[in-house]
């Protein structure tokens, strides 16, 4: 095609573009193995649901624009089609109107979308003869509407011009003042639609390869989306499980922080309590000190009452036995026959006399007894350095006495120790 027949617009451009991009699609459509397909897919990771879906969207959205951009371009490349057929019946024989067979004029002829060419007014008068608007191609029986039909002079933009060949001229007869402009420009118009046909016919097959790898795509994507959404659906009912069971380990927790919180208050209570017990079981200890140390000296002064006890009643025991001598004495000497006193019994009668008179001068603790002579009541002896305590029993306070080193004796050997204490 001549870069200087038709102007470079924005719509060219985005025609390049699009074409570059339907060719690899189509590249990898018609490739034998699907390794361009594998490395496609490997050079990015592995997309989410959400992600495919856009891809999608996006892919069927291109599709949509460049189906869109296709039909511009059928409507812009129109005009070449019909300047191609009417050069085509003009150079061939046939170069006639099908309809009325009369000799078929650039300016008088309009073009079908299946490509045939015709004398206008012939199809306006053969859609009157019918009630519908729609008939059909003389030739291949197409349908035809009134409103498709694209005359020559509409179709071309203004200020085109197309030179006609000296051959075409010369078989119908025309002259130079005859030709017109659109004559001059099929010419170079049907080298232009040629290659723009070629052109067309791979962009369909690229289209029909995109729309086969839309449709493949979508497929996938729809398996994928099914499965994602499995996928989802356990996650989602795992997490709901999941949620259950920190729901009842958050009550179980609940409970448990309770029960401490009571069993934290019963043992605060206890403690409490422990502590009061505690301050009076110490009040109790002092008091019970207190107390042994008034129980030991009462205990000790027992003890030495205990002592004076034991030697009175020994004491008294030996009174006791030598009254029942003396009573004995005096027994025998009634029941013998009165004989004189001798001077030497008179002498002892008065020396005991005296002796008993002397006894009962001093104090005696014991009213209404004769207190025992100054050798008898000797004090008891001092306690040694080291001596243990003497405690005083419940039992046998007046059987036993208290012996030095602690150990008790009965009264007979407290007896005999004092007698020989008294012989020493």
Same mark, same amino acid.
């Given at each position: 095609?001549?870069?200087?027949?038709?102007?470079?617009?924005?719509?060219?451009?985005?025609?390049? #573009?699009?074409?570059? $991009?339907?060719?690899? &699609?189509?590249?990898? @459509?018609?490739? *034998?193995?699907?390794?361009?397909?594998?490395?496609?897919?490997?050079?990015?990771? +592995?997309?989410?649901? %959400?992600?495919?879906?856009?891809?999608? +969207?996006?892919?069927?959205?291109?599709?949509?624009?460049?189906?869109?951009?296709? #039909?511009?371009?059928? #409507? /812009? $490349?129109?005009?070449?089609?019909?300047?191609?057929? !009417?050069?085509?019946?003009?150079?061939?024989?046939?170069?006639?109107?099908? &309809?009325? $067979?009369?000799?078929?004029?650039?300016?008088?002829?309009?073009? @079908?979308?299946?490509? *045939?060419?015709f004398h206008s007014a012939c199809i306006q008068? =053969?859609?009157?003869?019918?009630?519908?608007?729609?008939v059909s191609c003389p030739i291949c029986r197409a349908d035809v509407h009134v409103g498709e039909l694209i @005359?020559?002079?509409?179709?071309?933009?203004?200020? @085109?011009? =197309?030179?006609?060949?000296? /051959?075409?001229?010369?078989?119908?007869?025309?002259?130079?003042?005859? %030709?017109?402009?659109l004559d001059r420009a099929i010419t170079k118009a049907l080298t232009a639609f040629s290659k723009f046909s070629k052109e067309k016919n791979m962009f369909q097959k690229s289209i029909a390869g995109i729309q086969r790898e839309a449709r493949m795509i979508i497929l996938e994507a729809k398996r994928e989306a099914k499965a994602a959404k499995s996928e989802y659906l356990s996650r989602v009912e795992s997490m709901k499980n999941k949620e259950r069971e920190i729901l009842k380990t958050t009550s179980r927790i609940a409970e448990r922080?309770?029960?401490?919180?009571?069993? #934290?208050?019963?043992?605060?209570?206890?403690?409490?309590?422990?502590?009061?017990? +505690?301050?009076?079981?110490?009040?109790m200890e002092e008091t019970l000190k207190f107390k042994r140390k008034e129980v030991e000296q009462k205990s000790r002064e027992l003890e030495e009452k =205990?002592?004076? !006890?034991?030697?009175?009643?020994?004491?008294?025991v030996r009174l006791k036995e030598g009254l029942e001598v003396k009573s004995q004495?005096? %027994?025998?000497?009634?029941?013998?026959?009165?004989?004189?006193?001798?001077?030497?019994?008179? +002498? $002892?009668?008065?020396a005991e006399s005296e002796i008993g008179e002397t006894h009962t001068v001093q104090s005696n603790p014991f009213p209404g007894k004769v207190r025992l002579p100054s050798a008898v009541n000797r004090p008891p002896p001092p306690r040694r350095a080291g001596q243990k305590q003497r405690t005083s029993s419940t039992l046998g306070l007046l059987s036993f006495a208290p012996k030095r080193g602690g150990i008790q004796r009965p009264i007979g050997g407290v007896a005999q120790r004092d007698s020989k204490r008294n012989r020493i």
């Open positions: 095609m001549d870069p200087d027949f038709f102007p470079v617009s924005s719509s060219d451009s985005e025609e390049c #573009q699009l074409r570059e $991009r339907s060719r690899q &699609i189509f590249d990898i @459509t018609n490739s *034998h193995s699907d390794d361009s397909v594998i490395d496609l897919c490997q050079t990015k990771p +592995k997309l989410q649901f %959400e992600g495919i879906t856009a891809i999608v +969207k996006n892919m069927m959205e291109d599709v949509s624009t460049a189906s869109k951009r296709v #039909q511009v371009l059928m #409507q /812009q $490349r129109t005009a070449e089609h019909a300047a191609s057929s !009417i050069e085509e019946y003009a150079s061939s024989s046939a170069s006639e109107c099908p &309809i009325c $067979r009369e000799v078929l004029f650039a300016s008088e002829a309009c073009t @079908t979308m299946c490509g *045939h060419i008068k =053969l859609s009157e003869c019918k009630r519908t608007k729609q @005359t020559i002079k509409s179709g071309l933009p203004e200020g @085109t011009s =197309l030179p006609s060949s000296q /051959q075409r001229n010369d078989k119908f007869g025309i002259s130079k003042e005859r %030709e017109t402009p922080e309770e029960r401490v919180v009571v069993s #934290q208050e019963k043992l605060n209570n206890d403690l409490a309590i422990c502590a009061k017990q +505690k301050s009076d079981l110490r009040a =205990l002592f004076d !006890i034991a030697a009175k009643e020994r004491r008294l004495v005096y %027994e025998r000497k009634r029941s013998q026959p009165s004989m004189p006193e001798s001077p030497r019994q008179r +002498k $002892r009668r008065r």
